[in-house]
Nanobody, 125 residues
Framework: QVQLVESGGGLVQAGGSLRLSCAAS????????MGWFRQAPGKEREFVSA????????YYADSVKGRFTISRDNAKNTVYLQMNSLKPEDTAVYYC??????????????????WGQGTQVTVSS
């Protein structure tokens, strides 16, 4: 069983930065692929970023490439999402996810079997 708890969301002006954190419980964190998804009001949940078990491989949606950076600290069981140059269209609830069956990212939200409760990110124009 894995529990994921996100933090770091909030209200920021366009052009600003936020750093999301996801603290994970469970022994499988260090061997699991981890990811971030987001869901804006009235829209489907979409992929944002993912990272392999050792941090060697990272993946980004085109909409955030060059602005967001994913990282992980296996000693702290934590994954991070550094978000810079934020835009109003980044406003959404951000969810941390874990795929405990695989060590690297696989495409599709159904590849991830554990989800956090989400943290709200609001970017004002």
């Amino acid at each position: 069983q894995v529990q994921l708890v996100e933090s770091g969301g909030g209200l920021v002006q366009a052009g600003g930065s936020l750093r999301l954190s996801c603290a994970a419980s469970g022994r499988t964190f260090s061997t699991s692929a981890m990811g971030w998804f987001r869901q804006a009001p009235g829209k489907e949940r979409e992929f944002v970023s993912a990272i392999s078990w050792n941090g060697q491989n990272t993946y980004y949606a085109d909409s955030v490439k060059g602005r967001f950076t994913i990282s992980r600290d296996n000693a702290k069981n934590t994954v991070y999402l550094q978000m810079n140059s934020l835009k109003p269209e980044d406003t959404a609830v951000y969810y941390c996810t874990a795929d405990t069956y695989h060590s690297d990212h696989r495409t599709g939200r159904y590849a991830y079997n554990y989800w956090g409760q989400g943290t709200q990110v609001t970017v004002s124009s």
